[in-house]
């Protein structure tokens, strides 16, 4: 693993795009980075082990910007590649880019300026859902507001999906020191989100669609499902274990049925064979656990189960009745 073009300072922030088989999206995300209004920081490029042109395509980055740092290493999946970048991050604060992504020229400057002002260790902003072609998509979900959350407030909350995405969220650096994203996971955010945020002393929201979100056909997320999928029910898991742990009764409710929800659709797309994998089991045996700490913390009121329909039924809604008052 080699590191390249190290910068003259420690900057202010360093921004960690991991790198694989993106050969169709990656200058695109990395202008938009090298736009940014605010200038003081690093662009950690992590090649991790991209078959494609990747590889040239961050070395001529570097070459043309001496903010941008490669590192190039053998394919190990998101995680090691996050994992490396945070390794060689200098910066103060730490933000994280998906390469086939884009962010706002004021997306280092707004959320920079929100966590130095409110004093938060944690800045989040919301998202503009695109199509693979960049067109935005039909349905805009806009959790947020402008506002400062406590640690207590970020957790109960912590599930809507400008706070839970990494990608989302600029982050000061000493909250995640020791932070490691789990390797061989998917839905990797939601597996680190609940210690990161239970460090956090406040969270700072900006309204503002500042990260723009590519919505791949072929991803992880919108993609066929598979077995690897099923590591969504154990991410699940760990942020209803969190909420339960804070108290927040509603939000672990939800985590419950959202678990219950991806198994069933998980389960509907697995071969006869598949269904029959120790990995299914372990699932189901999860669910049930989750159910049963659920009915033991009193969390199975009809206020929750209400209020959880409405946020599968109309998100926006449930989102302004909830968190808007």
């Not at 190290?6 to 990656?26: A, D, G, Q, R, T």
């Not at 957790?155 to 390797?183: C, K, S, Y």
């Not at 669609?209 to 919505?215: N, P």
Request: aromatic share 8%; hydrophobic share 40%; net charge neutral.
């Amino acid at each position: 693993m080699t590191a390249e073009k190290k910068p003259l300072k420690n900057p202010e922030i360093s921004v960690i795009v991991p790198v694989y088989k993106v050969e169709k999206y990656l200058n695109e995300c990395i202008d938009s980075i090298l736009a940014q209004t605010f200038t003081d920081f690093e662009l950690i490029l992590v090649d991790d082990g991209s078959p494609d042109n990747c590889p040239a395509l961050c070395d001529a980055a570097a070459e043309k910007d001496n903010r941008v740092r490669v590192i190039h290493k053998a394919n190990g999946g998101v995680s090691t590649a996050r994992n490396a970048g945070l390794a060689a991050a200098r910066g103060n604060w730490v933000g994280f880019v998906d390469s086939d992504d884009v962010i706002d020229k004021t997306y280092l400057e707004k959320l920079y300026c929100a966590g130095k002002q409110s004093g938060a260790e944690i800045v989040a902003c919301n998202l503009l859902f695109m199509q693979e072609d960049g067109i935005p998509c039909r349905y805009q979900e806009q959790p947020l507001r402008t506002e400062i959350l406590s640690q207590d407030e970020a957790i109960h909350r912590m599930r809507l999906t400008p706070l839970i995405q990494a990608t989302t969220r600029l982050h000061r650096r000493d909250i995640l020191e020791g932070v490691v994203f789990p390797v061989g996971k998917n839905y990797e955010d939601a597996f680190t989100t609940p210690e990161i945020f239970e460090r956090a002393t406040a969270v700072a929201c900006v309204e503002e669609k500042l990260y723009h979100y590519r919505v791949q056909s072929a991803s992880i997320m919108h993609g066929k499902a598979n077995l690897k999928n099923l590591d969504e029910i154990d991410a699940n898991y760990g942020l209803l274990q969190c909420t339960l742990r804070h108290g927040k009764k509603d939000a672990a409710y939800l985590q419950y049925a959202l678990m219950k929800r991806y198994f069933r659709n998980i389960k509907k797309q697995l071969s006869p064979e598949l269904l029959q994998d120790a990995r299914v089991k372990q699932a189901e045996t999860l669910i049930a656990q989750a159910k049963m700490e659920i009915r033991q913390s009193g969390a199975c009121t009809l206020r929750n189960v209400l209020e959880t329909a409405l946020c599968f039924a109309k998100p926006q809604l449930y989102f302004d009745l909830k968190y808007r008052k």
